[in-house]
C-alpha cells in the first residue's frame, strides 16, 4: 500500500466531494446504502480495480483509525487537506463506525440471527388427554453465519411451551445485554 498516493486520485476531489466520498464509504460500511461505483468510475478513477482498490484501502484506514486520535502512518501518503477531511469524517461518525466494525468482527465469527418469524397455536387435544388447550409458538430463527468467506443462511424451527419459550426469550436479552456492553 505504499504507492497509494500514486494510484489514487486526491486532487481529482474536492475538499467538498472527498468529505461526501468518505461519508458514503463510512454508509456502506455501516450497511446503509452501498457505494455508487459508478459515480466515480470513470470520472475520477479511469479504472474500476483502482477505485475499488482505493476504497478497501480506506475502508481499512477507516478501521484502523477508530481509536486511534494520532494520525496513523498511512495517512501522511495523503494531502494535507485530505488527511484533514479523514479524520474529522472519522470524528463526526466514530459511534456508527465503531458499532458496524464489531458487527462485522462479530458477524465473521459466530452465527448471527437475523431475523425471526413466530406464529401462535393452541392445541385443543390429543390422542392422551380430552381440552388440552395449551398455547404453543412456532418460532423460526434467520441465523446467517460466515464461515471462510462463505455466508450460509440457516433457518432454525422450534415449539415451544410457555416456559420454554420464555428461556429462549431470557437467553436472547442476556445476549443482547452482552452485545450492548461490548459496544
Not at 85 to 107: F, M, Q, S
Request: with cysteine; charged share 25%; proline share 3%.
Amino acid at each position: 500500500m505504499a504507492s497509494i498516493a500514486s494510484d489514487t486520485h486526491f486532487n481529482d476531489l474536492s475538499d467538498d466531494n472527498m468529505f461526501s466520498f468518505i461519508h458514503e464509504i463510512i454508509d456502506e460500511m455501516c450497511g446503509i446504502c452501498p457505494l455508487k461505483t459508478s459515480k466515480y468510475v470513470p470520472t475520477i478513477w479511469s479504472v474500476e480495480t483502482q477505485f475499488t482498490h482505493f476504497v478497501d484501502y480506506m475502508k481499512t484506514l477507516l478501521s484502523q483509525l477508530i481509536d486511534i486520535r494520532a494520525k496513523h502512518e498511512s495517512l501522511r501518503e495523503m494531502p494535507e487537506n485530505t488527511q484533514k477531511v479523514v479524520l474529522e469524517c472519522i470524528e463526526v461518525r466514530r459511534p456508527e463506525l465503531r458499532k458496524a466494525i464489531i458487527n462485522e468482527t462479530i458477524g465473521h465469527n459466530n452465527p448471527v440471527l437475523k431475523d425471526f418469524f413466530w406464529k401462535l397455536n393452541v392445541v385443543l387435544d390429543s390422542d392422551k388427554m380430552c381440552e388440552l388447550n395449551e398455547p404453543l409458538v412456532n418460532l423460526d430463527l434467520n441465523i446467517n453465519e460466515d464461515t471462510n468467506g462463505t455466508k450460509n443462511e440457516t433457518i432454525v424451527s422450534m415449539e415451544l411451551n410457555r416456559e420454554e419459550l420464555m428461556k429462549v426469550i431470557d437467553t436472547l436479552e442476556e445476549g443482547q445485554q452482552a452485545l450492548r456492553q461490548s459496544y
